[in-house]
């Protein structure tokens, strides 16, 4: 079995991180230097920085921020929000990313994620599904969360691959924030029909929470916010738990 990740998540809004819960209700965590500096030095695998009112705002992201991040860190790190573009892809990664993350543009352009990935390679490329629960399906949403899109998130997964994500970041708006735990079904049923690393996001309160996002959900790494930046939960503490239930991760 491959490694699992740890990956803290900065949502940063006007230049500050952000958590809220279902999307809305946001509340400041913090500066996103400081935290980023802070994780890679507690031991994070990866870290990711979505700017997630770009696309909802019609701008670009912040590369400013996305620069002083990236010197603050020695761990791998993928930048989101507001890049719908090839040479929006190039210029974060030029700022420091190593990859990153497209949702909205390649929802309503989805040949703009074929032109990324043949432009940087599937490996720099991760496409971010907010999905939302719609009877016994999910359907994804777009722009921060704020509009839902005809697409349903298994398919669009499935075509996200297909076309040249190299992983996948699944988040679960029904989850996101509660602290209640992951959408185990739809993690799992991801993760079975496709064939790239799932990142669980949304909804991580406990250490089981985590071990079951992994055991149950399948998926290869665990995205979380809450739990890091209000120190309810380290990530030392998480990988240790890991490694008792058997679960390898990089110490």
């Not at 699992?4 to 946001?26: A, E, N, Q, S, Y």
């Not at 030029?94 to 940087?120: H, M, R």
């Not at 998480?238 to 008792?244: A, G, Y």
Request: net charge negative; glycine share 8%; proline share 3%.
């Amino acid at each position: 079995m491959l490694t699992k990740r740890i990956i803290p998540c900065l949502d940063v809004k006007d230049g500050r991180t952000v958590k809220g819960t279902k999307f809305v209700d946001l509340r400041d965590a913090g500066d996103p230097v400081e935290l980023a500096s802070r994780y890679s030095d507690e031991g994070a695998d990866e870290l990711v920085f979505l700017d997630i009112s770009a696309s909802r705002e019609g701008r670009k992201t912040f590369l400013a921020v996305v620069e002083r991040v990236a010197r603050a860190i020695q761990i791998p790190f993928t930048v989101g929000g507001g890049i719908s573009v090839v040479d929006d892809v190039l210029r974060a990664l030029d700022a420091g990313a190593d990859k990153v993350s497209l949702n909205t543009a390649i929802v309503e352009q989805p040949e703009f994620l074929q032109a990324a990935s043949s432009a940087v390679g599937s490996q720099s490329i991760v496409a971010a599904i907010d999905a939302k629960r719609k009877g016994s399906s999910w359907s994804v949403w777009t722009k921060g969360g704020s509009e839902e899109s005809p697409l349903d998130a298994i398919a669009w997964a499935q075509e996200a691959v297909r076309r040249g994500a190299g992983e996948l970041l699944i988040t679960s708006m029904d989850a996101d924030g509660t602290k209640e735990g992951y959408d185990l079904d739809l993690l799992r049923t991801i993760s079975q029909c496709t064939s790239v690393p799932v990142i669980a996001s949304g909804g991580a309160g406990t250490k089981e929470h985590i071990k079951d996002a992994i055991t149950i959900g399948k998926a290869d790494a665990v995205l979380a916010a809450s739990i890091f930046h209000y120190q309810q939960i380290s990530i030392a503490d998480i990988k240790e738990f890991l490694q008792t239930n058997n679960i390898p991760v990089r110490i």
